[in-house]
């Protein structure tokens, strides 16, 4: 596993994105790719000696490297210089606190979005052209019983089909 595969799932929590360029500038010039790693790591939730251990290194040169780097990157960042990282879980919190961990997303239920008695059905699902189609047909109860016309009602190329 490379080195850029490790400790991936980081990606899905944080924006790591942001968080490597505003730690750069903290640093003053790019984060190193194990700086990245350890950070990745400490993210996931794994101590120094747990990613010492993953990555086939010695335990005290990981926490060394951490207190050398990456610890002073993140105080200067948060403006916490004065502060002592009195546990390696202070990081990932203390990120966190600071905005850079991503929200998870909301999950809406299609039945709360529509009114009541409304009526989802899925006719079809294809791949079509190298694109995922959903056919369906949604029926949603109108408050007067009412006829609507649509002469002009463009469909694109498919049109209405009896």
């Not at 335990?59 to 990282?85: H, N, Q």
């Not at 709360?112 to 294809?126: M, R, T």
């Not at 109108?142 to 089909?161: R, W, Y």
Request: proline residues 5%; hydrophobic residues 35%.
């Amino acid at each position: 596993m490379s080195t850029d595969e490790q400790f991936n799932q980081a990606a899905r929590d944080w924006d790591l994105e942001t968080l490597y360029i505003d730690l750069a500038s903290a640093k003053g010039k790019r984060l190193t790719p194990m700086e990245k790693l350890h950070l990745r790591g400490l993210l996931c939730g794994y101590s120094p000696s747990e990613i010492a251990e993953k990555l086939g290194k010695n335990p005290k040169g990981v926490e060394t490297d951490l207190c050398a780097t990456l610890y002073r990157y993140v105080k200067s960042l948060l403006d916490k210089c004065d502060e002592r990282i009195e546990n390696w879980r202070n990081v990932a919190e203390w990120l966190d606190d600071a905005g850079y961990k991503c929200q998870p997303p909301s999950e809406v239920s299609l039945e709360s979005l529509l009114p009541e008695k409304s009526v989802v059905n899925v006719n079809n699902i294809h791949i079509d052209n190298h694109q995922l189609v959903v056919v369906f047909s949604l029926k949603i109860p109108t408050s007067q019983a009412t006829e609507l016309s649509i002469p002009n009602f463009d469909l694109g190329n498919e049109g209405l089909k009896d």
